[in-house]
């Protein structure tokens, strides 16, 4: 059975800084790309931070400088350190563990809730 699950979030005010994990269970992560979504009230999800299975990164214009997302492959695990919040990043960020070579291997976490806010 595979498991994904996210875990850090909080509330958290402007300025301050959080890290999320995510941790998986049933999969060979070194296979799986890895990427942090969030999907904020009233807006469409959006891909954040991307980690191929050879540690290249990705982001979104609006966080790069400021997160920045890492694996360990020993411990099955995808982090997101997130510097400098701002009430814009305030959203829901789920994890998302996609096989390198499958486009129907997908897995997806249940979320976990970001609250930038003074």
């Known amino acids: 059975q595979v498991r994904v699950v996210e875990s850090g979030g909080g509330l958290v005010q402007p300025g301050g800084s959080l890290r999320l994990s995510c941790a998986t269970s049933g999969i060979i992560f070194g296979n799986y790309v890895m990427n942090w979504y969030r999907q904020a009230p009233g807006k469409q999800r959006e891909l954040v931070a991307g980690i191929t299975i050879g540690g290249n990164t990705n982001y979104i214009d609006s966080v790069k400088g400021r997160f920045t997302i890492s694996r360990d492959n020993t411990q099955n695990t995808v982090y997101l350190q997130m510097n400098s919040l701002r009430p814009e990043d305030t959203a829901v960020y789920s994890c998302?563990?996609?096989?390198?070579?499958?486009?129907?291997?997908?897995?997806w976490g249940q979320g976990t809730q970001v609250t930038v806010s003074s």
């Open positions: 998302n563990a996609r096989h390198a070579s499958s486009t129907t291997m997908v897995y």
